[in-house]
């Protein structure tokens, strides 16, 4: 004979607190909540904008789109302000994106001109290099603008 004790509901009321957050868990694994494609979407995103920017001479918002690091090694090479640096530096123009690879909080950007790098922040997807060329197989990316 199997005797059920009385505790008030406080078992049944644990196990449907166990199963409302194991469907919630679910739920936003299933819908993609942070998920890959909305992560290369907007690295996309970012690196396009970056690179539209450039090309309009819109120097403030291209530097506002690069990281920290990024804005003070191209600041402390080219000996000037941000803006000023960045309207100084030749990059390709904008062009069809071919590639986005997201690799946790990094991502490559691969347009029919440029490669661009970046990262994820607090605020966004931010460039910490662009105008990167490959160079052979064991040698790191040559960039325009890159950070440390």
């Known amino acids: ?23 919630v868990l679910t739920a936003v694994l299933l819908t993609g ?3 890959l494609g909305g992560r290369e979407d907007a690295a996309e995103d970012a690196a396009l904008r970056f690179a539209r ?9 291209a530097c506002a789109l690069l990281a920290p690091a990024t804005v003070e090694e191209l600041e402390q090479s080219e ?6 640096a960045v309207a ?19 991502a490559r950007v ?8 970046l990262s994820s922040f607090a605020s966004g997807w931010l460039v910490v290099a662009a105008g990167c060329r ?8 040559q960039c325009e603008i890159q950070g440390r």
């Open 1 to 23: 004979m199997v005797r059920w004790r009385d505790d008030g509901g406080k078992v049944r009321a644990a196990w449907r607190a166990r199963r409302s957050a194991a469907a």
């Open 33 to 35: 909540c942070g998920g």
């Open 53 to 61: 920017s450039v090309a309009g001479s819109d120097s403030a918002s």
């Open 79 to 84: 000996k000037s302000p941000c803006a000023e």
């Open 88 to 106: 100084g530096v030749e990059l390709p123009p904008p062009a069809g994106v071919r590639r986005v690879d997201v690799y946790g909080r990094q």
């Open 110 to 117: 691969v347009t029919d001109s440029d490669t661009l790098f």
């Open 134 to 141: 490959a160079r052979s197989a064991d040698e790191p990316y």
